[in-house]
């Protein structure tokens, strides 16, 4: 992005660097290196809107969960290539289901302030993706960044079974 003049006085690559101090994923960081001044008007209501309502959402119901949001597009967009995955990835994927189960949850689950409306949050939360069978089956499958649990497949289970003969 080329900095104009109204950038350098305002000290905007200042602010996106103490932003980036209170980020608790990478997605945050390379959403604050992106981030750009509005012009239009309208635009710029909707993001203070989305601001707002976030900031009430924190005063009154507390941090939301979002520990464990990855950069999963590249892994998505390898397999619609025909790519596999390795288990590092599909760990970024599960724990991104979850955080996304657990955001809806969050949302929907707090009565205390209900008189309260989170139309841009909850529009927002409300097309995350989930897919609690996926997420559970990454879970049973992946032991670690390196290792595919024995239970990930009965031909798995099988071939490291005749391995563990053989020797």
Known sequence: MKIGKNERILEINRVKEMLKGYTASSLGKKAIDEMEIYHDIEVLKMKQEEVTEAVNIIIKRS????????EIVPHLKHTLLGGSLYPGALIKIGDTLRVSGRL?????????????SYPVIENLIGALYTNRALEQEIANAI?????????????????RQQIKNKK
């Open 143 to 159: 032991v670690s960044e390196d290792e595919i649990s024995d239970s990930a497949s009965t031909r798995l289970r099988q071939i």
């Open 104 to 116: 809806k949850k969050f949302l929907s689950n707090d009565d205390s302030d209900r008189q309260s």
């Open 63 to 70: 941090t939301p969960p979002l520990f464990g949001i990855n």
